[in-house]
């Protein structure tokens, strides 16, 4: 069985906005456009200027769209998991059907359901992942149609999030001329990729150090149970080096790319570097071993912040261990220096795919594949609107009513795919 579909997914970081447009097919993943711009307007994984982040959204999706000469239409959107909350939730209905065969519909009211659980107002449902179903008692049920039963029960997980970060990311989203094919906490879309099946079912942390924030996301018997972000990120790293070296920030950022090291003591005490300092006409030497130190202490407060994470949640303890991705992880030693300050098992993550074999892509890379394994299981393969006929070789010049038009002209089958992200824009924007 041959399925394959386009997705384009969008992750709007605090350094960068990465967008990638993917071809699924069988479960492999060909990445076939890339853009990555710095990223205005967003600080510690929130955004906090709409206008400048999306003047940088729109750049970043252009930059993809040139690669492969299409318009991209329809997004796989990441939702950050600052302020998100993640609970336990139930579903039950009775099976409809006469000969009480459990359908697609069933399986669509049960988790409509488990939403009916009161969501307090100042909060947004992101979406339900199932855990388990039961049909008529009996459970561990991975996927119910074609059973028989009478009573069809749900165990999931909600995911809710701020109404205010939810708003301003859909505000971006919407006036950067893009549809949404499916929203997705990040952390679960990247960590349930990142992490191996024994990892998930084990118990083991999944850590994504990105530019602005780092995001903590446990995963236990199979699923997501618990989140948390801490405003420190690769960016204190460079404000840090930049003060202490005397140095402007853009070549603080350049000397952490090329020298940078987490850990003292694997660093190298023999090779000298130049570095220019603020406001006098000279440069200063250092060695790696010098900068390891500024870089050590930051990190190592880092990780002292995720132990205290670690007890706030309440984690007796991490079978699986850590496994840490994001931009950061790329810096030299950061594996040992993990080691020596969480005292558990650490492995470093990044995504193998050509094109996107970087840590910082985990994310954007997680919300394909999630996205993919999602709309297989709910039938929603062959709904593709990720992208649209280029008009001409400007791809963004084309108004958003004429890419729809293209688009609808190619592709009658996707009504069901389109409503869910309606649904969200019509509550906010209608
Ligand atoms: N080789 C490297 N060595 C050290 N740091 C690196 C390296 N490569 C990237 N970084 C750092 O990683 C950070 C960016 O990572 P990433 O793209 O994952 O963040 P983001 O998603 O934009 O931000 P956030 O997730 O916090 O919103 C920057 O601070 C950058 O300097
Ligand atoms: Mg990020």
Redesign the pocket.
Known sequence: MNQSELYVSL?I????I?VLIGEMNDDSLHVIGVGNVK?NG?R??TIVDIDATVQSIKKAISEAERMIGMAIHEIVLGI?ANLANIQNVKGVVAVNREDREITDGDLERVIESAQVMSIPPERELINIAPKQFIVDHLEEIKDPRGMIGTRLELDGIMMTTSKTILHNVLRCVEKAGLQIREIYLQPLAAGHFALTEDEKNHGTAYI?I????T?IAIFSEGHLINTSVIPV???H??KDLSIVLKTPTEQA?MI??KY?HAFYDDASDDELFEVPVIGADMKEQYSQRYIAEIIGVRLEELFELVLEEFYRMGLQDLPGGVVIT???S??DGIGQLARHILQTRVRLYTPDYIGVRE??YT?AVGLIRYAYKEDLFYGKIGNSQALAQMASSEAVSIPKKQKQTVQNSTNDNKESAMSKAKKFFDKFFE
Do not use: A, M, N, R
């Open positions: 992750d970081g605090s350094s960068s990465k990223s967003i510690k994984g950050p994504d990105g530019g602005g924030s995001t990120g690769g960016e790293i460079t950022e952490k790319l940078g994001g931009g950061v790329k810096l840590p910082q994310t």
